[in-house]
């Protein structure tokens, strides 16, 4: 049974136990672009504990593009400000150095579309967890969505009012860098499973 689900930025680990139950994955690529989303926004542990990085977009109707050419702004460092908030919240995690090689040149290379940003660096983040999950686009926005189909689009929101019940997904403690400040902070960017487990991300 077909997958369908949007693009998103360093999504949460939800996110990726989509990606293992064995079916194809379609990812839309013509549906509007929405804000307040992770389509352009993480969450990461950081020393003061929940943080937020958000790209900034290009000033205009965004939510009325296709977020196939929703454009990334550049009026500010933005990627050097995330890849620095990255390396200080997972800097002492065991494999950062391990990863960071890989992860750093997303933080170096302009990239003028959203989609293609956030595609470039899942595509990554699936060859660095060993996943072998190709990824489908959509050739036309999907409404009606496919008889068969599981669709997923805007099921996974950081806002926990506007979530979709996913009972199959539960988080799995795991040791983080700040533990010893706050509680275990779950389902965040899967980058914070893969910097503290390495290839043990999966599955959290």
């Given at each position: ?58 000033k ?37 150095e ?18 293609d ?39 996974i ?14 988080p799995?403690?795991y ?22 487990l ?7």
């Amino acid at each position: 049974m077909p997958i369908l689900l949007e693009i998103q930025y360093l999504p949460p680990v939800q996110y990726f136990s989509k990606l293992t139950v064995g079916e194809p994955v379609f990812i839309e690529q013509w549906e509007h672009y929405q804000k307040g989303t992770y389509r352009n926004r993480c969450h990461i542990a950081a020393a003061n504990g929940l943080t937020r990085l958000t790209i900034p977009l290009i000033k205009g109707k965004n939510e009325q593009q296709a977020i196939r050419e929703v454009r990334i702004a550049y009026y500010e460092p933005w990627q050097r400000q995330h890849w620095q908030s990255i390396r200080s919240a997972y800097g002492n995690a065991p494999f950062f150095e391990f990863y960071a090689d890989a992860l750093q040149p997303f933080y170096e290379k302009p990239f003028p579309f959203l989609f293609d940003f956030n595609l470039a660096l899942l595509q990554t983040l699936l060859k660095l967890l060993r996943m072998d999950v190709p990824l489908h686009l959509t050739d036309a926005y999907a409404d009606p969505v496919p008889s068969g189909w599981t669709d997923l689009r805007n099921a996974i929101h950081p806002k926990p009012h506007l979530q979709k019940p996913d009972p199959d997904f539960i988080p799995k403690p795991y040791h983080q860098v700040f533990e010893d400040r706050y509680a275990f902070l779950p389902n965040l960017s899967m980058l914070d499973a893969l910097f503290c487990l390495g290839p043990g991300a999966v599955g959290k």
